[in-house]
């Protein structure tokens, strides 16, 4: 399954992960809200299912990707934002007067 879903660049694999919906999903070029972009709280739920069931390489890959990302716009700006485009890594490219500062992505980075 991890090879098969996780790790594949079709669907969740990439620079950034991981993204709400498959890359393959006809909604995923949206990039708004639910269709395609990146969740810092769903990828700490990720998380803790690789924790689970002893996936610690799959775990540090997902760690790393998603401190990257978080610790780029936080370097950058001095904020982290709800939620991230997969593919711009950006997360003020829908609506730019959205906030910076979310509770939940800042306790979790």
Not at 70 to 79: I, N, P, V
Request: net charge negative; proline share 6%.
């Amino acid at each position: 399954m991890m090879a098969e879903h996780f790790y594949n660049p079709v669907e969740f694999w990439g620079d950034w992960i991981m993204s709400s919906i498959a890359r393959n999903d006809p909604a995923y070029p949206d990039q708004d809200y639910w269709r395609g972009r990146i969740w810092a709280p769903m990828n700490f739920l990720v998380y803790l299912a690789l924790r689970r069931y002893h996936l610690p390489q799959a775990r540090a890959d997902l760690v790393k990707k998603t401190t990257a990302l978080l610790l780029q716009e936080w370097r950058a700006e001095g904020h982290v934002h709800e939620n991230y485009n997969s593919d711009a890594s950006e997360g003020d490219d829908r609506d730019p007067t959205v906030t910076p500062f979310t509770i939940g992505t800042a306790c979790l980075a």
